[in-house]
């Protein structure tokens, strides 16, 4: 069974910094292609980053271009997402996702190409 557990968010102010981290187990972690998404208040669920399952490739969408960074430790089994410059519209619910089995995409950007999902970590910027 596929967990994973998301931390790190919280109340920071505009202009902050933040890393989120997603552990996760029950899967050969390297062989995925793992993402971020976020969800904020009366809004559907956003792409926010994807790295490849090697690292070596990444896609961003284009609103956190130069402020977040996605990264990921296959030995640790964990994928992180470094947000600099926070500001009040990247408020929202985080989620860390994993690509569906099987899945040929080097860097899936949609919803639909993740079979695995967290629970999710709230993060909130402050004007």
């Not at 904020?40 to 402020?67: I, W």
């Not at 899945?103 to 402050?126: D, R, Y």
Request: with cysteine.
């Amino acid at each position: 069974q596929v967990q994973l557990v998301e931390s790190g968010g919280g109340l920071v102010q505009a202009g902050d910094s933040l890393t989120l981290s997603c552990a996760a187990s029950g899967l050969t972690f390297s062989t995925y292609p793992m993402g971020w998404f976020r969800q904020a208040p009366g809004k559907e669920r956003e792409f926010v980053a994807v790295v490849s399952r090697s690292a070596s490739n990444t896609y961003y969408v284009d609103s956190v271009k130069g402020r977040f960074t996605i990264s990921r430790d296959n030995a640790k089994n964990t994928v992180y997402l470094q947000m600099n410059s926070l500001k009040p519209e990247d408020t929202a619910v985080y989620y860390c996702a994993a690509a569906a089995k099987g899945l040929m995409l080097i860097t899936p950007n949609e919803p639909k190409h993740f079979g695995s999902w967290g629970q999710g970590t709230q993060v909130t910027v402050s004007s």
